[in-house]
């Protein structure tokens, strides 16, 4: 009896799941959902499209247009449950257009959430002014 053996896709894995865990204690996710909200007909939420796309430029920075090529490659959609096909560079480009207003309120709640979640000493910090 000759069982036919499915082909097993190889994948990159390399740092994506300590990548996932940093973005999630991080909570970029939610901070970016709360701050940066999607209309219900989207597939994918702008936070898991940016959470990719950060975890893109830390493993291995693509273009835009190459993004979903680099996500069949290496194993996003088992780190991160999203199939490589809803990460082309027009989801991408409306992921970062959505954000872009509120960046800075993104990017100060992560920072924030950085601080308490590593207990870092901001005490000695140089304020800019």
Do not use: K
Request: net charge negative.
């Amino acid at each position: 009896m000759n069982a036919e053996i499915a082909p097993v896709a190889e994948r990159r894995l390399g740092a994506l799941p300590a990548y996932a865990e940093f973005l999630r204690r991080l909570d970029v996710a939610r901070i970016i959902g709360e701050l940066c909200p999607v209309r219900d007909v989207a597939h994918l939420p702008h936070r898991q499209v940016i959470e990719v796309l950060i975890a893109n430029q830390l493993s291995a920075p693509a273009p835009l247009v190459r993004v979903g090529d680099w996500a069949r490659e290496w194993a996003v959609e088992e780190v991160f449950g999203i199939e490589a096909d809803l990460l082309n560079d027009d989801r991408i480009g409306r992921a970062l257009d959505a954000i872009a207003p509120g960046l800075e309120a993104v990017v100060g709640s992560v920072g924030a959430q950085t601080i308490a979640e590593f207990g870092i000493d901001v005490s000695r910090l140089c304020t800019g002014t």
